[in-house]
Nanobody, 124 residues
């Protein structure tokens, strides 16, 4: 199982970025995918997750209405569109995957496979 996040960078407050997660080594449409982030000095936290097949999604309260997760099963990729970025969104963002995790508006799932992160820096 391999995952690689990309698309991070430096953006001003209010700007947008789209993160991509390219995956391989597993049956993509059977696995849930999650985006997590870790800011300096803070614990890793779930940002947004998407289920394998029933369309279930999870968003952390702080990103609701600003971030959108989507997946392209034909390309084995997951995206995180981030709009109206704030300085508090600054973190290393990771994508993660696991088989058939339940995802709902209150549950992100649990993930055993992780990719390397991509740094998002939002300047004030």
């Amino acid at each position: 199982v391999q995952l690689q996040a990309s698309g991070g960078g430096l953006v001003q407050t209010g700007g947008s970025l789209t993160l991509s997660c390219v995956t391989s080594g597993f049956t993509f449409d059977e696995w849930a995918i999650g985006w997590f982030r870790q800011a300096p000095g803070k614990e890793r936290e779930g940002v947004s997750c998407i289920s394998s097949s029933d369309g279930g999604t999870y968003y952390q309260d702080s990103v609701k209405g600003r971030f959108t997760i989507s997946r392209d099963n034909a390309k084995n990729m997951v995206y995180l569109r981030m709009d109206n970025l704030k300085p508090e969104d600054t973190a290393v963002y990771y994508c993660a995957a696991d088989w058939d995790q339940p995802v709902s508006d209150s549950w992100c799932g649990q993930y055993n496979y992780w990719g390397q992160g991509t740094l998002v820096t939002v300047s004030s």
